[in-house]
């Protein structure tokens, strides 16, 4: 599955994250107990607070990686996934392979 949403800003713990089309994302009935649940943060410079919005997903199990261009600071990436070894910074040419290796994490 693949989710394209846009958040610009603060989003108050992002309640209506945890909707997709009006259906619960994560944790749900039909939510696989043996797949682990990630997100993709893909961002560009911006100076919004994350801390409530990672700890949030990390509270409920959630996966939180990051991916920032050359010119995001990498603590800046660090806090929207909570790891350093969840964040990553690359270039446009090089982003697909970044994701192959987050997915290749996974398995």
Request: proline share 7%.
């Amino acid at each position: 599955m693949c989710l394209d949403e846009t958040m610009n800003g603060e989003e108050e713990g992002i309640p209506d994250s945890w909707y997709v089309f009006g259906s619960p994302f994560w944790g749900t009935t039909g939510d696989r107990p043996n797949v682990p649940n990630v997100v993709i943060v893909i961002s560009g410079i911006d100076s919004s607070p994350v801390t409530a919005a990672t700890q949030a997903l990390l509270t409920k199990g959630i996966n939180v990686f990051s991916i920032g261009f050359a010119d995001l600071p990498m603590a800046q990436l660090q806090a929207i996934s909570g790891s350093p070894s969840r964040s990553f910074s690359t270039t446009p040419e090089n982003l697909a392979s970044v994701i192959k290796n987050i997915c290749a994490k996974l398995n």
